[in-house]
């Protein structure tokens, strides 16, 4: 399944947070999540709208500190397995990124992505991904 959208401003929580994250990801069994920048990249892919289906990885009732206080979250994870970018295509480059306190986490029209740093990278740029088909669902709007 191919997804588009554009990159937009986020809130600016996960770069305090992702780097702690990441350790619990890592412990869990999450592949790769070492190489991951600390934060995550939105994209907004209005008009269309996704269901979640299901996750390559779940990891429920992870303890983590989201300054100031500590949480208890769970985090969902599908594997991206291409990224477009300007024309770069990147493989296996990350994953997008659920967490459910997120603010974000029940937009329908709205990606956290979690991956490999990338460069010349602004807002506003288009992203492609790609992902395994069954995890997520277009919605009829």
Same mark, same amino acid.
């Given at each position: 399944m191919k997804?588009? =959208?554009?990159?937009?401003? #986020? &809130? =600016? =929580?996960a770069k +305090?947070?992702?780097? %702690?994250?990441?350790? %619990?990801?890592f412990k869990r069994g999450l592949p790769n999540i070492e190489e991951a920048f600390?934060? &995550? !990249? $939105?994209?907004n892919t209005l008009p269309k709208k @996704?269901?979640?289906?299901? @996750?390559? @990885?779940?990891?429920? $009732?992870?303890?983590? +500190?989201?300054?100031?206080? %500590? %949480? !208890?979250?769970?985090f969902g994870f599908?594997? !991206?397995l291409e990224l477009r970018h300007n024309g770069v295509l990147?493989? $296996?480059?990350g994953y997008v990124y659920f967490a459910e306190k997120s603010p974000h986490f029940t937009k329908n029209d709205y990606?956290?992505?979690?991956?490999k740093e990338i460069e010349n990278f602004s807002f506003n740029d &288009? !992203?492609?991904? &790609?992902?395994?088909? #069954? +995890?997520?669902?277009?919605l009829d709007v």
């Open positions: 997804i588009s =959208g554009q990159h937009i401003k #986020g &809130t =600016g =929580g +305090r947070s992702i780097k %702690r994250q990441k350790k %619990r990801f600390d934060g &995550t !990249i $939105n994209i @996704y269901e979640i289906l299901s @996750y390559d @990885y779940y990891f429920p $009732n992870v303890i983590h +500190r989201s300054f100031p206080f %500590r %949480r !208890i979250e769970s599908i594997e !991206i990147y493989k $296996n480059w990606f956290e992505l979690l991956g &288009t !992203i492609e991904i &790609t992902i395994k088909d #069954g +995890r997520l669902k277009e």
